[in-house]
């Protein structure tokens, strides 16, 4: 659906423990992007990636960490170091000589 | 780096009415415009885009303007209907040479009323 697809829609985590959350697009999209939304807020940036094996900390980097081993996929790993990780998150890609920002379905991470 | 105004926060109109959202840019070097529509609990989709070689650009109810000198930029809305109520956002894009990056406003919660 939409060609990008994130995995687990809904997980729940203890404190203290690492999650990642999975993201893989079809879109032969070079350019992926992870967002984080919070309730009634905006969309803020973590991380970015523009090319495989190449990534860029977005505005609120801190506690989480990607990898971007192949084209199609970009997770993210949200770490014990993130105080307040509940929150939705949000994938995207876009092609570079495109403007258009595509999204996955986003996946809600709540902290117990 | 890029920062977004937008306004307002919320905004509650009558059906048949038009809503007007605005947004402030400060990165001049940003030529990429582009307006997302989120439904409670979905994901953004591309509503309408503007590109900075161009002041106005009309899609049936919806249009957008850019005003380069003045860094701002507006999404209108006309003959408002229950279906446009969400949460609209816009963003900026510029390439930089450490990677390109789309910034976010804060977001306008739109409600129409029957």
């Known amino acids: 659906d939409g060609g990008i697809t994130q995995s687990p829609k809904y997980l729940f985590r203890k404190e203290g423990q690492n999650v990642t959350l999975s993201c893989e697009q079809n879109?032969?999209?070079?350019?992926m992007y992870w967002y984080r939304q919070d309730p009634g807020q905006g969309l803020r940036l973590i991380y970015y990636?523009?090319?495989?094996?190449?990534?860029q900390k977005g505005d609120i980097a801190e506690g989480y960490s990607v990898s971007r081993e192949k084209k199609e996929s970009f997770p993210l790993t949200v770490t014990s170091a993130q105080k307040n990780p509940t929150a939705f998150y949000l994938c995207a890609s876009r092609q570079e000589s495109a403007g258009e920002l595509f999204f996955g379905e986003g996946s809600r991470l709540t902290v117990l | 780096g890029e920062n977004v105004e937008q306004h307002p926060s919320t905004l509650s109109v009558q059906e048949g009415d038009s809503a007007v959202i605005k947004c402030t840019y400060s990165?001049?070097?940003?030529?990429?415009f582009p307006w997302y529509k989120q439904e409670l609990g979905k994901r953004p989709q591309l509503i309408i885009d503007?590109?900075?070689?161009?002041g106005e650009k009309k899609d049936q109810r919806i249009a957008v303007t850019l005003n380069k000198t003045a860094k701002h930029f507006s999404l209108h809305i006309t003959e408002t209907q229950p279906e446009d109520s969400a949460v609209y956002f816009c963003a900026a894009f510029r390439t930089q040479a450490a990677g390109n990056k789309l910034t976010f406003g804060g977001g306008t919660r739109v409600l129409v009323k029957p």
């Open positions: 503007i590109r900075s070689n161009v």
């Open positions: 990165d001049s070097a940003s030529n990429y």
């Open positions: 990636s523009q090319i495989v094996n190449d990534f």
């Open positions: 879109l032969n999209h070079d350019a």
